[in-house]
Structures are given as C-alpha cells and as structure tokens.
C-alpha cells in the first residue's frame, strides 16, 4: 500500500472541485479561491476529450455549467475553449472557461496537493487512465508526491496504478442507484488494489477504518459537526465545498 501525502499535515483537506461555495466549480478560479483561503488540497475531476486533451470537468457534458448539452468525450478542445462555465453561478464569472487537468498541475503543484477524479464508465479500451499518467509522469517529482487519483470506477483504478505505481489511489463509493449495486459498499477497493478510501460520509461509522484498514476521507463533508464526527471515527482528513470553514479550525 503506497502511503498516502505522508510530507503533509493532518488533516487534510480537499476543497471540493475547488472552493465550489464561492466560485463556479473546476475552473481556475474556484481552484484559486481556494488556494487564497488556505485550503492545502484539491480535488478535481478529469475527462478525456475529442480531441485527447484532459479537460477538468465533473459531468459527462456541460449542460448544467454551460447549457451545452454534448457529451465532452465528442467534444474537440477548440469547441470546449469557447464555453462560459462560469456564469452559471454568478455573472461576474462570465467567460471562466474548462481548464485543462495539465494548467491546473502547473500552477497549483506541488504548493497544492491535488486528488484527481477520473471520470469514466468504460472498463475496456479506456485512454483516460493512461493519458493521466502520462501527464504525471512528464512532470516528475513536482507532481508524483503531491497528487492522489481515485474513481468510482475499479477497473480505471486498477489500469492507472499499473502504469503509475507510486501515486496513491482511491476507490469512491455511495449507495446511490447510479452506481453499480455490487459497488455501492466498497467492494471495489478489493477490484482496484487502492491504497486509500473515499466513501460518501453517510456510509462511514466508528468501525469502518478499523475494518477496512486503509485511510479514509469521505465526501462531502460541509458541516463542522460532521468533520469533527468523521475525524473522531479515524478519518485522515475530508473532502469539502467549504474549505473556508475548516483549513484554521479543524
């Protein structure tokens, strides 16, 4: 088990695809947010597009941020450039435009550690896993000791560690119908070989590290409460959309 940000300070803390409670979600600006209100980590979610660039995204299209209803996997570089997904959360975002995972490693690593979400549903004949690591590994040591990289998916999982073996990675999980019913409950940390957990916090209790034996930071944790429960439960730190609220206190 490749140990997980071990140079880095406990908690740690995620800010969820940046500071998304004061800016639009995975752009530059929700990342910079978060970096200027102290958050020490990020956590961002990856698609591979049409045109094989790495563009930092959370859904399959960009219909929610962007009223563009494509999925991004059709989508070259030239055509997501032009999308506004930051006006979605307030005009003054007007023009924030999908960041590539590549800029985001530039300017944020290794000041930043960054967990990186692979998003992707296919389990055969997938480019995402290799394109990341790829990246990673172009940027050597700046990045290698800085970044995490987890899915819901095992077998991405699985194909990413093989071809970058040092990075730690994590399975996530929820009981949502969306996911596979034989994933809903960690079974694909067993599928994956992951070195650490990221379960919705709702699944965890007091025994779940203690059965699981791996480190935990469960999602998505807002409320002060439930970061205190979750970190008295063993959790090794949190994934939040108010880093602002916790990088001073917890």
Known sequence: MIPLLAHCERPLIFAHRGCSSLAPENTMASFRKARELGSPG??????????????????????????YPYAIEQLKLEDIRKLDVGSFFDTSFWRESPPLLQEVLEEFCPDCYIDIELKTRKTKQDPLPGLVADM?????????TSVTVSSFNPIALLAFKKLCPTVPTAIIWCSDKGVPWFLRYGFGAVLSHCDY????????????????????????????????????FGCVGIITNYPQQYCHTV
């Not at 990020?42 to 299209?61: I, K, M, P, W, Y």
């Not at 590290?209 to 807002?222: A, S």
Request: aromatic share 10%; net charge negative.
């Open 136 to 144: 990673l590994r172009t940027f050597g040591e700046k990045v290698l």
């Open 197 to 232: 957990l990221k379960p919705i916090y709702s699944q965890v209790n007091m025994l779940f590290p203690i059965r699981f034996r791996k480190p935990v930071i469960p999602w998505t944790v807002d409320k002060q409460d439930i970061a205190e429960r979750m970190l008295d």
């Open 42 to 67: 990020l956590e961002l979610d990856v698609h591979v597009c049409a045109s094989g660039d790495l563009v930092v995204a959370h859904d399959d299209t960009f219909e929610r941020t962007a009223y």
